[in-house]
């Protein structure tokens, strides 16, 4: 019995750790490490809008099914859907991805002065909310998680289906 009772306390010991520092991570993601708001996800978002006014600018020069308008707009909704961590950063590289793109395919056009800056300073802003993300105390915090599934807590980890999270580093 007391064999029983140790089994089960490392199991439900290691599932509790291992939830606490996920939680830990995810709670920074969303509401960053003071609980402000200035976090990662903010910063992804940030993007995502600064995709979604690049839309609005391409609108005036090519058509909606243009190739790159349609990326852009389909690889956005598609971020906005993400659930969870992992995908919302692998989708948030798409949407970057594809922004370029549209932002390459801008240039062939005849673009005013003023669309021409806004693209850029798009770009910039996107450029900037990156290094942000990848200075942000997320990358920390997932690190320490990612780290306790090694090991014996890697065991556990699959056992209970736990990932490592993905981190802008």
């Not at 809008?49 to 349609?70: F, P, Q």
């Not at 669309?115 to 802003?125: H, T």
Request: net charge negative; glycine share 8%.
């Amino acid at each position: 019995m007391l064999a029983i009772s140790v089994l089960f306390g490392v199991f439900f010991g290691s599932y509790r750790s291992l939830r606490h520092y996920e939680w830990e991570a995810e709670t920074v993601f969303y509401s960053g490490v003071d609980g402000d708001g200035l976090c990662v996800s903010s910063d992804l978002n940030t993007i995502a809008n600064e995709g979604k006014n690049m839309l609005t600018v391409a609108g005036r020069y090519l058509s909606a099914e243009e190739e790159s308008v349609s990326a852009l707009d389909e690889s956005i909704l598609s971020f906005l859907s993400a659930e969870g961590i992992n995908q919302k950063i692998e989708r948030y590289h798409k949407v970057v991805q594809n922004m370029e793109t549209l932002a390459g395919r801008l240039e062939e056009e005849a673009l005013s002065d003023k669309d021409s800056d806004y693209i850029s300073s798009q770009l910039a802003e996107a450029a900037a909310r990156e290094r942000t993300a990848r200075l942000d105390g997320y990358n920390d915090v997932a690190k320490e998680y990612n780290d306790q599934l090694t090991g014996f807590g890697g065991l556990m980890a699959k056992l209970y289906r736990l990932e490592p999270l993905a981190t802008f580093r």
